[in-house]
Structures are given as structure tokens and as C-alpha cells.
């Protein structure tokens, strides 16, 4: 079946422009992961859903990051006010439960650039 | 807080040759370790978890916690395995959410 789909693959934004990140998990995944990946780095944890509902929001940087997953399954991460610094993959994964016995499955993850 | 490193950001080996892609992590508690894997222009997926203690594409992982590292390890590498590879440690109960290594980029030259 189908994986992780998230689009676009590749944005690049004007700084201080709004930007939205969308993630559709695989069918039927309740859980839903929104990582960071800098370049040259490891993925960085920014927030996580059970269905609908966030459940931990500890890992967004700052109150331009937010995210939301309103139906249980597609989620959108948004990033306001661009800053250069935004420049990063936004990799989104998906689980069939919460916890460490069931896999996450990454998507192609988004590469945006902000100039 | 929690702390996953990875000493190398590149290792060269030849193919044949043995491969140990080193993982060592701070956490007081009990943690879950996993590796996770990412081919050239594929997605980054799960490799091998410490709880499952199983060998996939011959790679190894043992946890020491002593040593608090989670090296992995293969007797014979192959081209094929030349890929990204990314050591993540998840606090107990912590659901899916991991802490990342920087990498390390396994190169196997024919």
C-alpha cells in the first residue's frame, strides 16, 4: 500500500512569508510524528498526534510552529513569519499505535528554504 | 536531558571488510534504542530495535549499558549497505518520540 505522503517535497520561501507542511499518514495509523532534520544533523522530535488529538508539542521551537491534525489523519504543519533559520527537511512519520512496539514509517519528508 | 552521539560522521570500509558504526548515549533511566536507516534517495526506516534483538541484512546491535553505547555492527559489509545511518534512543514510555544521533555515512568501495 501506499507510505507516508507529504508535500510538497520542496519549498522555497520568502523570509517572513507563512508556509504550510502537509503529511498523510498511512490509512489507519493513529499516530501521527512531525521531525526537524537540519543539515548535517539527526531528526529533531517537534510534535506528535494520537488521532486528533497533539499530545506533545515540547519539541516546536518557538509559537511561529504550529500543527494540527484536525480529522485524525492528514496534519499540517505550519511555520509563520519564515526566518532563515526555518531552513531545514520537516520529515513526518506515522505509527499503527503509540509506542515503541509499533515502527514508525517516515515520509519523503519536505526540504524547505527560506531566503 | 537525553543525549544520542555519534562519533563519526563518515566511515570508509571495503567491501568484505567488518563494519562497527559506533552509537553512545546519556539517559539515567531504562532506555529503547533503535537504528534507523536511510538509502541513497529512499526513506529514512527502521533497521533494528534493542527489544526485538534480531539481525537484519546481518547487522547486530547489542546494548551495554555499562558503557551506555549501542555499536552496530556487521562481519562483512556490502555495497549495498553504504547508506545513512542514524542511532535513536526513546525514554521509557515515551512513545515513538526519539532522539536522534547525528549519523554516520557508511561508504563500502567495491
Known amino acids: 500500500g501506499a507510505g507516508v505522503s507529504q508535500s510538497p517535497r520542496y519549498k522555497v520561501t520568502k523570509r517572513g512569508q507563512d508556509v504550510a507542511l502537509r503529511c498523510d499518514p498511512i490509512?489507519?495509523?493513529?499516530?501521527l510524528y512531525w521531525y526537524r532534520q537540519a543539515l548535517g544533523q539527526g531528526p529533531e522530535f517537534l510534535t506528535y498526534f494520537n488521532y486528533e488529538a497533539q499530545q506533545d508539542k515540547s519539541g516546536l521551537p518557538n509559537d511561529r510552529f504550529s500543527a494540527e491534525r484536525p480529522e485524525g489523519s492528514i496534519s499540517t504543519l505550519t511555520i509563520q513569519r519564515t526566518e532563515q533559520r526555518d531552513s531545514a527537511m520537516y520529515r513526518c512519520?506515522?505509527?499503527?499505535?503509540?509506542?515503541?512496539?509499533?515502527?514508525?514509517?517516515f515520509g519523503n519528508g519536505t526540504r524547505l528554504t527560506v531566503t | 536531558a537525553q543525549r544520542v552521539t555519534q562519533p563519526e560522521k563518515l566511515l570508509s570500509v571495503f567491501k568484505g571488510a567488518p563494519v562497527e558504526l559506533k552509537c553512545n548515549y546519556s539517559y539515567s533511566g531504562s532506555p529503547e534504542l533503535f537504528w534507523y536507516v536511510q538509502y541513497s534517495r529512499q526513506r529514512l526506516q527502521l533497521l533494528l530495535r534493542?527489544?526485538s534483538r534480531e539481525s537484519i541484512k546481518g547487522f547486530t546491535a547489542d546494548l551495554n549499558k555499562g558503557e551506555t553505547s549501542f555499536h552496530l555492527k556487521k562481519p562483512f559489509a556490502q555495497e549495498e549497505d553504504s547508506a545513512m545511518y542514524y542511532c535513536?534512543?526513546?525514554?521509557?514510555?515515551?512513545?515513538?518520540?526519539?532522539?536522534f544521533g547525528g549519523g554516520t555515512r557508511l561508504m563500502v568501495k567495491p
Open positions: 535513536a534512543l526513546e525514554l521509557y514510555n515515551a512513545g515513538n518520540m526519539l532522539t
Open positions: 534493542h527489544i
Open positions: 490509512s489507519g495509523h493513529v499516530s
Open positions: 512519520a506515522s505509527s499503527l499505535a503509540p509506542g515503541r512496539n509499533s515502527p514508525l514509517h
